[in-house]
Nanobody, 119 residues
Framework: QVQLVESGGGLVQPGGSLRLSCAAS????????VGWYRQAPGRQRELVAT???????NYADSVKGRFTISRDNAKNTVDLQMNSLKPDDTAAYLC?????????????WGQGTQVTVSS
């Protein structure tokens, strides 16, 4: 069973920055796509950013230009640098890793780390 542990959340003022990190219990080479999702109270879980094993990134329109996702294969971590934070970014941020074995996909999730953007 893959274990994912997120860290780096907290309270930050609008315009501030945070860096989230997700540590995996096994090599992230084993996963085809890794990324971050978020879920605010009363809202559906939404994709924030993903990165493939080839390094291809994908971002939600709402975070493009502000957030940067990266993966460190040596440390087995996936980081999310968040700049110019807005109150709408407030949510629980969850790490996800996905393995694709056509025709099936396998997903593992972390417990989440809370990000609150407020003055």
């Amino acid at each position: 069973q893959v274990q994912l542990v997120e860290s780096g959340g907290g309270l930050v003022q609008p315009g501030g920055s945070l860096r989230l990190s997700c540590a995996a219990s096994e090599s992230i080479f084993n996963f085809d796509i890794v990324g971050w999702y978020r879920q605010a109270p009363g809202r559906q879980r939404e994709l924030v950013a993903t990165i493939t094993s080839a390094g291809r990134t994908n971002y939600a329109d709402s975070v493009k230009g502000r957030f940067t996702i990266s993966r460190d294969n040596a440390k087995n971590t996936v980081d999310l640098q968040m700049n110019s934070l807005k109150p709408d970014d407030t949510a629980a941020y969850l790490c996800n890793v996905r393995r694709i074995q056509f025709p099936r996909t396998y997903d593992w999730w972390g417990q989440g780390t809370q990000v609150t953007v407020s003055s």
